[in-house]
């Protein structure tokens, strides 16, 4: 999270996240643990018909191995939709409640909005058929070696992957919905806040400020390319996404009297300045930097001299 914040909203982060990992954790558990079993189940296998992990499965072995590994594979199954849905009803309600902090008593009924009520209906289709390739990718392998065997349970590893995305994306997205909604019933503006360490787009949203019903614009980043292609109320901006929303009324009115847009924007500089976003390669960091450099800077001199020796430099210090 962007820093210094105040106290309140460091809270609602550290909230925001651990519902984010409780949901994925819940959702992914059960099917991790059923790769697990037959990971083990088909490595035996091949142990006992190679004689060890590090030998070729004898060519007159395939066949019977290999209907091992499909019956295997065809017995996973992963369908989370009902507590998907369960998941964006409660991320609606977190959202309410963190508004709630700015906005006072909040009387709002939600249903989540149709983006993310057509991700939760497709969720159990994509991860069948991720698990669908990987009984196809068994069934045409070579099975040589055990690699093999582990490429063919990887596919079906896609599937947990995209269900934990999948589970992140809706979380976030629902506790950023009922903020949103609450800011828009109450006439409040919006605020973006990201991580301290985020990606280049969205530390270009950080600060930024929308009213009641408007929309953030496309295309901000002080990256190369943006991953923001079109209007968006607010976050998630991309997968993983861990950007926030809070109303926002005016630094007059806030409870501690801060303008958080500004510190926001301030805060943002300085991280692509000392070179701190996780999601970007050092090139990409020191031509970021570089174009802050060029911008109106908010952050102190020190930090925009450190940078400049940084770019004149081409690595950052640690």
Known sequence: MTSPLPPWLARQDVEAIAFEERAAEQLTAAARRELVAVTRRVTAEYVRRAGGVDQLLPADQVPAFRAVLVAALAG??????????????????LGLRHAAAVLGNIRLRLRPSPALRDVVAAVNERAAADLAAAVRAARTADLER??????????????????????????????????AAAADDAVAARLWVAERDACLTCLAYAGMVVGAGELFPAGQTFGDTSAVVGAL???????????????????????????????????????????????????????????????HLLVPRSVADRARRAVAAGTFDT
Request: hydrophobic share 45%.
């Open 76 to 93: 996973l199954s992963i369908r989370v939709g009902d507590r998907l849905a369960r998941i964006a009803a409660a991320g609606l309600a």
């Open 146 to 179: 055990h690699s093999d065997v582990m490429a063919a349970v990887g596919r079906a590893n896609q599937a947990v992957h995209r269900v934990d995305a999948t589970t992140r994306w809706v979380a976030n997205r629902a506790v950023n919905e009922g903020i």
């Open 233 to 295: 109320a607010g976050p998630p901006a991309h997968p993983r996404c861990r950007c926030r929303l809070s109303p926002w009324l005016s630094a007059r009115e806030s409870a501690d009297g801060v303008n958080l847009p500004d510190v926001l924007r301030r805060e943002a500089q300085r991280t692509v300045l000392r070179g701190w976003s996780a999601h970007a390669s050092e090139p990409a960091r020191l031509r970021a930097a570089d174009r802050v450099l060029r911008s």
